[in-house]
């Protein structure tokens, strides 16, 4: 009768179900035929036909809580039930097991109603049979009804509430499971992203170094010195060995800086995380240059983390990142009109205050390439963002890593 009958206790109290009403079934018949009423024969016919009525309902998989069939199966089972009630006092038992099934199978509001009469009517039997009138008459059909409507209430509200336990069960092993996927993509990525630096300051700055010495070597050689031509194949070597470390930091850079430089990963940023609730627009001050891969990663991220904090904790509708390029320094700029924070009380927003290490990792990036990192806000007027890095003097991206 029931889908959500999958445990053994439920499935207990539904077995015990069934037992009580067929056992007062078999106890209405057997009473008739010991006292040899007149209308015994007929009581034992209809009581059989109620027993095989509810049988056939009990396993019917179309008779489901709150369905139409469930409220025919009810009505006709309720139709045997007051046959047997009319012929024999002792049916009104049989209200017990009927309350639970009211209740349990019919809304609310057709339930309780329901209940009302079946009790109205095994009062109604008791005195019509001629039976001595007592309190006790009265109090148990009523007190019957009062346990089985509190009975299926709290079971209701027991289910309702372990189902919603179970749906925030299956939502925390969901969110555990993205929360450990995003881990592993963000040490991946961390993990390119030092290789990256350590190559280009290390590997591609000596092979750098190493081919502008025998450069300058080759120049200062006779065209006929017997040297020459191993210092240029060894010129040429550091050369196409500088090109391979090259391409091996571009490899191991953030996907947004593969195709395109910073201001068109930006823009990529900004676009995709515009949404109807928020704008995000970026702009380029200045004329740009070409910029080292490690800044161009710290950059970025710092934008990343920044927009992140903004869609995710200020509520803001309205977002502008700027990168300046100024002579000597390179900023980014990222400023929305969300609700602010006091920066005096904490972290901030995804600061350590609030579990996280936006703000100290933002600071951590812009101090390891020499540069500053400057927060600016205000509860309920917007948050700014502005990270600073000194221009490195040596040819960036190129001839020297």
């Known amino acids: 009768m029931d889908s959500r009958s999958h445990t053994p206790v439920t499935a207990a109290l539904r077995l015990c179900l069934h037992a009580l009403l067929m056992g007062l079934l078999a106890l209405a018949a057997a009473r008739a035929v010991s006292d040899g009423t007149t209308h015994s024969t007929a009581v034992v016919v209809v009581a059989g036909v109620m027993a095989a009525l509810y049988a056939a309902g009990a396993s019917a998989p179309a008779v489901q809580s709150r369905t139409r069939a469930a409220a025919v199966w009810l009505a006709a089972l309720g139709a045997v039930w007051l046959a047997l009630l009319a012929l024999s006092s002792d ?45 006790g008459a009265f109090i148990g059909p009523l007190l019957g009804a009062a346990v089985a409507v509190a009975t299926v209430l709290g079971y209701d509200a027991l289910f309702r509430e372990s189902e919603r336990r179970r749906e925030l069960i299956h939502e925390l092993v969901s969110t555990r499971a993205e929360l450990a996927d995003a881990e592993r993509t963000a040490g991946t990525l961390a993990e390119r992203e030092r290789l990256a630096r350590e190559i280009h300051d290390t590997l591609a700055q000596g092979l750098s ?35 391979e470390a090259r391409r091996f930091v571009r490899a191991l850079s953030p996907p947004d800086l593969e195709h395109g430089s910073l201001a068109a990963a930006l823009a990529r940023l900004s676009s995709r995380t515009s949404t109807p609730d ?104 917007g948050t700014a963002v502005a990270v600073t890095l000194p221009l490195p003097a040596s040819e960036p991206k190129g001839a020297a890593a």
């Open 278 to 381: 928020l704008t995000v627009q970026f702009a380029v001050s200045g004329t740009p240059v070409e910029l080292p891969t490690p800044y161009e990663v710290a950059l970025l991220r710092t934008a990343q983390s920044a927009l992140a904090n903004a869609v995710r904790h200020s509520g803001a509708r309205r977002t502008e990142i700027t990168l300046s390029f100024m002579g000597t320094t390179v900023a980014l700029d990222v400023v929305d009109d969300g609700k602010g924070f006091d920066p005096a009380v904490g972290g901030g927003p995804g600061g350590t205050e609030s579990g996280g290490f936006g703000l100290p990792a933002m600071r951590a990036r812009a101090r390891s390439l020499g540069g500053t990192l400057s927060v600016e806000s205000a509860p309920e007027q």
């Open 209 to 243: 170094s190493i081919q502008l010495l025998l450069r300058a070597a080759e120049r200062t050689l006779p065209d006929d010195a017997p040297a020459t031509a191993h210092v240029r194949r060894a010129r040429e070597a550091a050369q196409d060995n500088l090109a």
């Open 91 to 135: 049916a009104l038992w049989v209200a017990f097991p009927l309350y639970f099934l009211q209740l349990h199978l019919l809304p609310a509001r057709w339930g309780l109603p329901a209940v009302a009469a079946t009790a109205a009517a095994a009062i109604t039997s008791f005195v019509l049979h001629g039976d001595a009138v007592t309190p």
